[in-house]
């Protein structure tokens, strides 16, 4: 532990879900005294492992119990708006997000952070295969699925830290700072949320709020609101484009560059595995971090080029009668969607649809009547999408009210040579705890489509 600053406090944790779990782990383990509260009444496994650590816990309800906290970490989908955390904060109480609270706590200085509307979980989990392809001690987490409460234990002072970072965890957060923070990219997103496009921006900025000139900024030179946010950043600012940039990785010639005064070829562009980065710009972010840091062009060439995606990312499932089944189910937002489906050159089957966050639905509309073969829609949104498509003249589509009858549908659709693609476009909590809880039950209904018992 880097520091005894939670010892003999009293820890409050609102909501137990994954990273609040961890963050009561972690808690005990700094020598606190743990209160927690968890409005769902329901056992889960980790209470009783909670329950023999010390930790007094109240289920069903939330009380002003919590109120006697020194300190509360509020989980990430708790909203801000919730009345117990309003409380929280008039009576002075510090209310943190789990990522601060776990990053207080990690010995080492060499934290990398990554947020952005997409691909931030692909460009986290690459940066991290190329600092373990150059040798480094690496530990990744946070927003990709890996609280960052449970790596603090295994951090040393050398160790590498690769975090994924929200929007939802950037809400609460007061000193965050990390050592080199990237943007991807700044799309709308999370309206129901933060309620309008210019908080949304605004905490994408927190990411760089208290880093200071030693510090590193990575961003997109061809997203505008990134590059309108850079201008106000204190760090060292390296950019990542298709094309020639004052500082940072960059295209040319089939060729991936990296400059700071002089150019050094890194690798070529050839040589990445598409499917599994998504994008380019998730390679160029990643080059840059890497670089850095100080990683060799034959560490990054080998980091990347062996580097195998992510679960529920363009993850193929499996080949039958010439269909290609893919699992994106990570694609929560329309600009995502519209990515994925342009990545494909063949004829698509397209499964989309899920809970409505206020977002524009346009790209996804219009890419659809572009470039699928034939939609399948379900989840809360699928009604509205289904009068959007037929008012562009797109009758090609289908309404479902589970996974399983869009896999039966998207079969019966499909040909030989053909992709079915679910790339929902939104977010799952309409009829999942989370996306890889979609993604899951989506592979579960293609291996019972063919008679196969499970995922192996």
């Not at 995502?336 to 989309?352: G, H, K």
């Not at 409505?356 to 989840?379: N, Q, R, S, W």
């Amino acid at each position: 532990m880097k520091r005894d600053i939670y010892r003999n406090k009293r820890i409050g944790v609102l909501g137990l879900g994954r990273s609040g779990v961890s963050a009561c782990e972690l808690a005990v383990m700094a020598g606190a005294q743990v209160f927690a509260t968890e409005l769902n009444p329901r056992a889960h496994d980790a209470l009783e492992r909670l329950r023999a650590l010390g930790v007094d816990l109240e289920l069903g309800k939330h009380t002003d119990a919590i109120c006697k906290s020194d300190l509360v970490v509020i989980s990430p989908g708790i909203e801000p708006e919730n009345r117990f955390a309003g409380r929280i904060r008039s009576l002075g109480i510090p209310l943190l997000s789990e990522l601060e609270f776990a990053w207080n706590l990690i010995p080492s200085s060499l934290f990398i952070a990554v947020t952005g509307t997409n691909g931030k979980s692909t460009t986290c989990a690459l940066i991290g295969d190329i600092l373990v392809a150059a040798g480094k001690d690496v530990l990744v987490g946070g927003n990709i699925g890996v609280p960052l409460s449970s790596l603090v234990p295994k951090a040393g002072p050398s160790t590498f830290v690769v975090s994924e970072v929200s929007t939802f965890q950037l809400e609460n957060t007061v000193r965050f700072k990390p050592w080199i923070a990237v943007l991807t990219n700044i799309t709308e997103d999370h309206i129901d949320r933060h309620h309008d496009r210019r908080s949304y921006v605004a905490l994408k900025k927190k990411i760089f709020e208290n880093q200071t000139g030693e510090d590193f900024a990575v961003i997109n030179l061809l997203d505008p609101v990134s590059l309108d946010v850079s201008t106000e950043i204190r760090a060292k600012k390296y950019f990542f484009a298709d094309h020639p940039v004052p500082r940072g990785a960059f295209v040319r010639d089939g060729k991936i560059f990296f400059k700071n005064g002089d150019e050094t070829e890194i690798l070529r562009t050839g040589s990445v595995p598409l499917q599994a980065v998504t994008t380019i710009e998730n390679v160029l972010a990643a080059v840059a971090v890497s670089v850095i840091v100080g990683v060799d062009s034959s560490s990054v060439q080998k980091g990347v080029q062996e580097f195998k995606g992510l679960s529920h990312r363009l993850e193929g499932v499996i080949v039958r009668n010439g269909i290609k089944w893919v699992n994106n189910s990570m694609c929560t937002n329309p600009m995502a969607a519209r990515a994925a489906i342009l990545s494909f050159q063949q004829p698509l089957v397209l499964i989309a649809g899920g809970k409505d966050k206020g977002l524009d639905a346009t790209p996804l509309i219009d890419t659809i009547v572009e470039a699928v073969k034939f939609t399948i829609l379900m989840g809360e949104v699928k009604e509205r999408l289904g009068e959007s498509l037929t008012r562009k003249g797109y009758s090609s589509f289908s309404i479902v009210d589970s996974m399983d009858q869009a896999v039966r549908v998207a079969h019966s659709q499909a040909g030989s040579g053909e992709f079915v693609l679910l790339s929902p476009g939104y977010s799952s909590q309409d009829m999942y705890t989370d996306f890889e809880e979609r993604g899951r039950k989506f592979k579960q209904a293609v291996l019972n489509l063919y008679g196969l018992d499970d995922e192996n």
